[in-house]
Every structure is written in C-alpha cells, then in structure tokens.
C-alpha cells in the first residue's frame, strides 16, 4: 500500500507541474517573421495573436503579396510555438520529446 500512495503522490505532483508549464506558457510570446523581417507577428504559446506590425513600404504594394507575407509569418510563428512548447515541456517529461500531434488543453 505504501508504493501506491507514492505512486500517487508522485502523479499528483506529475500534474501540478504540467499545469505550471502550460499557464507559464500561455504567456509567453513568440514572434514570427517574414519577407527578411518586413512583416513580423507576436503570437502567445495559446495561439493568440498580439500584435502584428507591417513595415510601411509594404502598404503601398501588392495586396496578394501583402497577405501571403502575413501567412507566412503566421505560420512561422506557429513553428516556434511548437519548439518552445516541446523545449520547455520536456523538463517535465524527463527529457523525452513529446510524440507528434501532441497538443497541450490549449
């Protein structure tokens, strides 16, 4: 009976700390790029989107080029999220990567 109240109480610290990575994640931010830096978004590890900033000369350009810039650096963003994620859950997993098509509750 005494390992499984180990067992126990390990899985329950297992959980506190997994609940203390993901809210120290959900405010973390991470800034995605495109066109050399022209176009750059801020985007929180929940996949809010913060700010997004577009260097002016782009304004008088191609829209449809406008608009892919934009995806791209979304997408970029959405990239580093994935890695600051796996980075900084791994502490919690022992070191080993999470398997793929992992998602955190957010």
Known sequence: MKGLAQLMKQAQ???????RAQDE??????????GGGMVKVTVTCKHEVRRV????SLMDDDREMLEDLIAAACNDANRKIERTVQEHM????????????FKLPF
């Not at 610290?13 to 609940?19: G, R, S």
């Not at 900033?53 to 002016?56: C, G, L, R, T, V």
């Open 53 to 56: 900033a577009i260097e002016d």
């Open 90 to 101: 791994s502490a919690f997993t022992g070191g080993l990567p999470l398997p793929d098509g």
């Open 25 to 34: 994640l959900a405010s973390m931010e991470v800034q995605g790029e495109s």
């Open 13 to 19: 610290e297992m959980q506190e700390n997994m609940q």
